[in-house]
């Protein structure tokens, strides 16, 4: 067991002009045991990352700390690791007991016997004792997840490098295993890194998220930390399904100008936004507020564009009326409302729920309001 | 009614059992024929080479004759075919190990490395293999000359070689262009060095493309005959060119010539069993999900 330091990462592919930036400038501190996700789009570096922390890749500039080591020299093999693979790895001609004893035929002095007692004994926690005579090849998508899984386990190692291990699964055993994974890291109380691009996994596995985008980091925060107090517009539209509607305006003295209506902001919003002139309204989904009342004096009026029912509750998406470009905004509502396309439709975003962003550098400049519970979540995770 | 609402049905399922069987008819007719233009000239050679010298070209043929081994036992009395069967088996045996440390190592560098020019590096690999090898014929004798390489065992072994490497090299590179890197990846986080991982992980799983290429380059240059003709005289004279020395200039010793031929089916054959399990698997990864 250990922590991990990242000191001012730096990772380029390719030389000179025609190198690219895959990580840039990355330091980090992720503590004995905690469960770390590294999240963003594809080409944000996050794999890269890992792989650095691996030793499959060796960054260009920076240090990397496993505990107290300075690991910039050490291949993968010394760094005592263990990672689970996107694709799964398996060595196709190993059967599952030679594939979960090969890592510690090779980086201990464990007798066989010992070996095999080990490998039997995670074989068995896995559920997959009764698999140990059969080939890879033999088993299905779910069981061969488990194999990689064990197979890092029976390592007992310092760390574990988790990649995308649920993307080559179905819906329903992805959710099973996230369960699975979020249980085993409890219990094992292993360091862990995890890669992901799926922001459902990241908000519910991870102590802490590490939000990268063009090899940035945007932000290391709980999960809970970076949707309510996202550091900048990727962060706040990157994390949280569906995504948060953005509007973007010019400030007219004490007004938001958006393409489609008017926004007057609140004094605390002014203050926050000071002489900045292109800002971003950004609103979650299940904050906007529907009123089919056309009296009430809400703040502007919609039509509705597609409306996903989703049991509970339902996605609506809408324009605004006056609007010039064709662009929609979600909106979540209770699934039991009755609500039809095309129908016009009176929508208020409540002042509370409010994030602006600076529309040039993207910066949050002002970030919504919590309730008492909302701030105990975010200062109890912090 | 009843009847004739169920007879569309009936016919429909007879129509289609008759199609099945017509599908089934055509496709044992092909094979059956193309068993046949391949059988049949083995069939040809090997009662040929069972039939006494005399009988052995009449026309019509004797279809029906008293087999013998007389040509056979004459094969194996002979010391010179004795002496040229065993040599090819030593000479080819040893480029097929040879082309294979050579050629399969280099292919795993291409794959998994960056080679500078490593496309140009692989064309002029190919390249040997470019021209009729009547127009490197030459060349090779000089070279063989002033290496004192003409009629040497170890020169027909380096030349067998050369005219195999590129066919390893270039089905191998592709073949392990077929295998995830991140198998030795997790062999390396598993604690096994680059080689370990090549030796334990890789190599194993490049079994069957090993076996294929191994087969084929047996084969390439235990048919030689143009290079032997050539580079050799005595000491390291092929058995397909003892083969040949049966086409003589005013008359062909047909019965023994087939006896020959027959016999040098006969380690392919056998090579071809004992890798049959590995050549069936394939190139098929059932495991492996290609990202």
């Not at chain 1, 299905?140 to 760390?159: C, F, H, T, Y």
Request: charged share 20%; glycine share 6%.
């Amino acid at each position: 067991m250990a922590a991990i330091t990242l000191d001012s990462v730096t990772k380029r592919f390719g030389e000179g002009g025609d190198a690219i930036l895959a990580v840039d400038d990355v330091s980090l501190d992720i503590k004995d045991g905690e469960f770390v996700v590294f999240v963003g789009p594809s080409g944000s570096g996050k794999s890269t990352l890992m792989r650095i922390v691996a030793g499959l890749e060796t960054q260009s500039e920076g240090d990397v700390y496993i505990g107290d080591t300075l690991v910039n020299q050490f291949g993968p093999r010394a760094r005592d690791i263990a990672m689970v693979f996107q694709n799964y790895a398996l060595y196709p001609n190993m059967t599952v007991e030679e594939n979960m004893s090969f890592g510690l035929k090779m980086s201990t002095e464990l007798s066989t016997s010992e070996i095999k007692t080990n490998v039997t004994e995670t074989a068995e926690m896995m559920g997959i004792g009764d698999l140990l005579d059969n080939k890879p090849g033999e088993l299905s998508g779910g069981q061969q997840q488990r194999v990689a899984l064990g197979r890092a386990i029976v390592r007992d190692p310092n760390v574990f490098l988790m990649d995308e291990p649920l993307s080559n699964l179905d819906a329903k055993l992805r959710t099973t295993m996230r369960t699975e994974i979020n249980r085993l890291q409890n219990d094992l109380d292993v360091t862990t890194l995890y890669v992901t691009h799926d922001q459902t996994e990241a908000m519910t596995m991870g102590d802490r998220l590490v939000v990268l985008d063009h090899g940035e980091l945007q932000q290391v925060g709980t999960p809970v930390d970076c949707f309510y107090r996202p550091v900048n517009q990727f962060v706040a539209g990157f994390i949280g399904s569906p995504s948060m509607n953005f509007f973007n305006g010019h400030m007219e003295n004490t007004t938001l100008r958006a393409d489609g209506f008017d926004y007057e902001l609140t004094t605390r919003m002014q203050s926050s936004v000071g002489d900045t002139d292109e800002v971003v309204l950004g609103a979650r989904p299940e904050d906007i507020v529907l009123r089919d009342d056309p009296n009430v004096d809400y703040e502007f009026e919609a039509v509705v564009d597609v409306v996903e029912p989703m049991g509970s509750i339902a996605y609506v998406y809408l324009r605004p009326k006056a609007q010039e470009i064709d662009q929609t905004f979600v909106v979540e509502t209770d699934g039991r409302r009755p609500i039809t396309e095309d129908e016009y439709i009176k929508v208020k975003i409540p002042d509370k729920d409010v994030h602006l962003f600076d529309g040039e550098t993207g910066r949050t400049i002002h970030q919504r309001e919590l309730d008492s519970e909302g701030q105990v979540a975010v200062s109890e995770q912090r | 009614m009843a009847t004739a609402d169920t007879e569309p049905g009936s016919s429909q399922r007879f129509e289609k059992g008759t199609r099945e069987t017509l599908v089934t008819v055509a496709r044992h007719a092909v094979l059956l024929t193309w068993s046949f233009l391949v059988l049949f000239p083995l069939y040809w050679l090997a009662s040929m080479s069972l039939k006494p010298s005399g009988q052995a070209n009449s026309l019509p043929p004797d279809w029906i004759f008293l087999p013998t081994v007389y040509n056979y036992l004459q094969l194996v009395q002979s010391s010179d075919f004795v002496t040229a069967f065993a040599n090819s088996l030593l000479m080819v045996g040893a480029s097929v190990v040879l082309v294979l440390l050579i050629g399969v190592p280099a292919a795993y560098v291409l794959s998994r490395y960056d080679i500078p020019k490593e496309r140009d590096v692989l064309v002029w690999i190919l390249s040997s293999r470019m021209l009729p090898p009547i127009a490197v014929v030459l060349p090779f004798f000089i070279i063989f000359q002033e290496f004192n390489l003409f009629d040497s065992k170890i020169g027909m072994v380096l030349m067998y070689v050369s005219i195999n490497l590129s066919l390893v090299v270039w089905v191998m590179k592709a073949f392990f262009d077929g295998i995830p890197e991140t198998l030795e990846e997790a062999a390396r986080v598993d604690g096994a060095t680059r080689f370990q991982g090549f030796l334990k992980i890789i190599l194993p799983a490049a079994k069957p493309g090993i076996f294929s290429v191994a087969i084929i380059s047996f084969i390439f240059a235990w048919i030689e005959l143009l290079f032997g003709l050539v580079l050799t005289s005595f000491n390291a004279v092929p058995v397909t060119l003892f083969v040949y020395s049966f086409i003589g200039s005013r008359s062909i010793e047909w019965s023994m010539l087939a006896a020959a031929s027959t016999a040098m089916i006969i380690p392919v054959a056998i090579f071809l069993i004992a890798v049959n399990k590995y050549l069936a698997a394939g190139l098929s990864f059932g495991v492996v999900i290609k990202e």
